[in-house]
Nanobody, 123 residues
Framework: QVQLVQSGGGLVQAGGSLRLSCAASGRTFSSYAMGWFRQAPGKEREFVAAINWSGISKTVADSVKGRFTISRDNAKNTVYLQMNSLKPEDTAVYSC????????????????WGQGTQVTVSS
């Protein structure tokens, strides 16, 4: 069992930066691959980024490539999403997720989810 608690997010102007954090409970965090997803009003949930258990392998969506970076600190049981050069279309509720399997771009392959945090980018 893994519990995920998110922090960060909020309101930022276009071009600004935010960092989201997702802290996991339990001593097995390093055995989980982690992902970030987002969902805007009226839209389907969208993959943002994912990282494997060690942090060596990662992937991001084309829509955020070059702007967003996923990372993790297994000593702190935390995964991060650094978001730079934010755009109004990045506005959404962002959620972190964990899977004991290989990281994936498919949300239904993740077993545990954070509570979600709102990111709003004003133009």
């Amino acid at each position: 069992q893994v519990q995920l608690v998110q922090s960060g997010g909020g309101l930022v102007q276009a071009g600004g930066s935010l960092r989201l954090s997702c802290a996991a409970s339990g001593r097995t965090f390093s055995s989980y691959a982690m992902g970030w997803f987002r969902q805007a009003p009226g839209k389907e949930r969208e993959f943002v980024a994912a990282i494997n258990w060690s942090g060596i392998s990662k992937t991001v969506a084309d829509s955020v490539k070059g702007r967003f970076t996923i990372s993790r600190d297994n000593a702190k049981n935390t995964v991060y999403l650094q978001m730079n050069s934010l755009k109004p279309e990045d506005t959404a509720v962002y959620s972190c997720a964990a899977t004991p399997n290989r990281y994936s771009r498919w949300y239904n392959e993740y077993d545990y989810w954070g509570q979600g945090t709102q990111v709003t980018v004003s133009s």
